[in-house]
């Protein structure tokens, strides 16, 4: 399969046209359930109602009886219909400007594919990092961090550029499963790599599609703006320490039996001279990223917002060829995050504006009344972390969560900004657990490296460390730019 189709394929969100009534019906009786219940003191009718519609669309992503689109204009459609909200509140989201910048960043992703950019970084990296185990593993995950700012689609990343250069380095080392050899290199650097893709989803709000969402929900839930760039600065210590020393804790738990790996740098350096200098498109795209990446940094200081820096790159990708409006057309990824996006946000800001988030967070402020505001922050932010146990989404998780969370954590005495930030990283490392978690994990679990019982024995000692280290080198860091 080329690295293009899977990136298609393999989307996260973008699963394949499954029909399941059996699951619907139970999605909608758990909003009928809920809509009949009687509505709490505090709270209008009308947020009730929609409530119950957002429920059962966020359990239709779970259960997922319809691919996430149709759940999503179905829960839209019920809000008019419900007369819940009017159409043009119910359209709302499509106006979004988050919305439209990972919708933008999926087809900057697309350049790096279509162009072998991507690629071409990855080999750049085993070239020169991998002639052992460790220093390939490290070159793997670093060359997904470079590539991270402008691929919003974990899984088109990690799966649909990574992972089938992870392929090629087992199957150049002669590690199957299908032999009993996948402990040479294969087990370790499955492992490595989607552990490190979760800390480079956290290090960029761009590096994952629901990461804009996440921004929404802190400007809706307390009016906390997160830019780019804040995003990114306070990531970006934490981050690179958990780069740096996941894959050790890997190597050494559960390490491969070739240490030295000569042959994949030698392969790497195959493949680049196969591909030959670089093509004229692959400098355009370069070039792109380059400015796209100024513009999403100093955007502020520029006067230009993270959604209009993105249309500067998209522009230039349309005016230099690199890309083909047929292109735009066949970029499937990113219209269907529009639809199930724009429901979400659509819902989401409504509830807020109803009141409902208000009400819950007075409710749950009561319940951790007297806690010391950090302790109680702490103990909120690891239930969040492992409540992914029971999502195989992490878009369905941060929606279902992550606003509530965030109103409770602040009415318990959380620094605001401190608190979305962290809950935002969460977001993202809490995939680590499971062989289910978020898309690209199906992808690296499913080549049959790992076995289940020892994936989730690793996953859970990583998570262990993703805290020790995100509350501890990142609240220092966090201390030092004044976040707490």
């Given at each position: 399969?080329?690295e293009e ?8 969100d973008?699963?394949?046209?499954q ?8 999605a909608?009786a758990?909003?009928v359930i809920?809509w009949?219940?009687?509505t709490?003191e505090g709270?209008?009718p ?5 409530f ?12 997922r009886?319809f691919p996430?689109?149709?759940i999503a204009f179905?829960?839209i459609?019920t809000?008019?219909?419900t007369?819940?909200?009017?159409i043009d509140?119910?359209?709302s989201?499509?106006?979004n400007?988050?919305i439209?910048?990972?919708v933008?960043?999926f087809?900057l ?15 750049v990296?085993?070239?020169r990092?991998?002639k052992k185990t460790?220093?390939l ?6 060359s997904n961090?470079?590539?991270?700012p402008t ?10 550029i990574?992972?089938p ?7 150049t080392?002669d590690s199957n499963?299908?032999d ?7 087990s ?9 893709d979760?800390?480079?989803?956290a290090m960029?709000?761009t590096?994952?599609a629901a990461?804009p969402?996440i921004?929404?929900f802190?400007?809706?839930v ?5 830019t ?16 740096l020393?996941?894959?050790?804790v ?12 000569p ?7 195959e493949e680049l001279?196969?591909?030959g200098a ?6 355009f795209m370069?070039?792109?990223?380059i400015?796209?990446l100024?513009?999403?940094i ?7 917002g ?6 500067i790159?998209l522009?230039?990708l ?13 970029e499937?990824?990113a219209?269907?995050?529009l639809v199930?996006?724009?429901?979400l ?8 504006e109803l ?10 402020g ?12 702490l103990v909120l932010?690891v ?5 992914h ?6 878009t369905?998780?941060i929606?279902?969560?992550?606003g ?5 954590s602040?009415?318990a005495?959380?620094?605001?900004m ?9 977001s993202?490392l ?6 289910y ?11 049959g490296?790992v076995p289940?019982k020892?994936w989730?024995?690793?996953?859970f000692?990583?998570s ?7 509350v ?7 201390k ?5």
């Amino acid at each position: 399969m080329t690295e293009e189709k899977r990136q298609n394929n393999s989307n996260n969100d973008n699963e394949a046209e499954q029909v399941n009534y059996k699951r619907l019906l139970v999605a909608i009786a758990a909003g009928v359930i809920i809509w009949l219940m009687p509505t709490p003191e505090g709270v209008t009718p009308e947020a009730w109602q929609l409530f119950s519609i957002f429920v059962a669309t966020i359990l239709g992503f779970i259960l997922r009886p319809f691919p996430m689109g149709v759940i999503a204009f179905l829960g839209i459609t019920t809000t008019v219909i419900t007369n819940t909200l009017t159409i043009d509140e119910a359209l709302s989201g499509f106006a979004n400007s988050t919305i439209w910048l990972i919708v933008i960043a999926f087809f900057l992703a697309r350049g790096f594919i279509k162009t072998g950019l991507g690629r071409r970084i990855s080999y750049v990296f085993i070239k020169r990092f991998g002639k052992k185990t460790l220093g390939l593993s490290y070159a793997l995950n670093f060359s997904n961090l470079v590539l991270g700012p402008t691929i919003p689609s974990n899984t088109s990343r990690a799966g649909g550029i990574v992972f089938p250069i992870v392929r090629s380095i087992c199957d150049t080392f002669d590690s199957n499963p299908d032999d009993g050899t996948e402990r040479k290199v294969g087990s370790f650097l499955m492992k490595s790599v989607f552990q490190g893709d979760l800390a480079v989803c956290a290090m960029f709000m761009t590096a994952m599609a629901a990461n804009p969402l996440i921004v929404e929900f802190a400007s809706d839930v307390a009016g906390i703006q997160i830019t780019w760039t804040r995003w990114f600065t306070a990531a970006l210590v934490p981050g690179l320490a958990t780069l740096l020393i996941v894959p050790y804790v890997i190597y050494k738990i559960y390490p491969p039996e070739v240490k030295e790996t000569p042959e994949a740098s030698d392969m790497a350096s195959e493949e680049l001279d196969k591909m030959g200098a670089l093509k004229t498109s692959e400098k355009f795209m370069m070039l792109t990223f380059i400015v796209v990446l100024v513009l999403w940094i100093f955007g502020e200081q520029l006067g230009v917002g993270g959604t209009a820096g993105g249309l500067i790159g998209l522009c230039l990708l349309l005016l230099t060829r690199v890309l083909s409006w047929e292109d735009i057309k066949s970029e499937k990824g990113a219209w269907n995050t529009l639809v199930w996006f724009a429901a979400l946000v659509m819902m989401a800001g409504y509830l807020n504006e109803l009141g409902l988030v208000d009400w819950f967070t007075e409710f749950m402020g009561e319940v951790v009344a007297g806690w010391p505001g950090m302790m109680a922050f702490l103990v909120l932010a690891v239930v969040y972390y492992y409540s992914h146990y029971f999502f195989a989404s992490m878009t369905a998780h941060i929606t279902a969560m992550y606003g509530a969370f965030l109103g409770v954590s602040i009415a318990a005495g959380a620094p605001p900004m401190l608190a979305a930030l962290v809950l935002a990283f969460f977001s993202n490392l809490f995939a680590s657990t499971t062989h289910y978690g978020t898309g690209t994990a199906p992808i690296y679990f499913g080549a049959g490296f790992v076995p289940q019982k020892t994936w989730w024995k690793t996953g859970f000692m990583i998570s262990v460390i993703h805290i020790i280290l995100w509350v501890t080198i990142g609240g220092a860091w966090w201390k030092l730019l004044g976040l707490w």
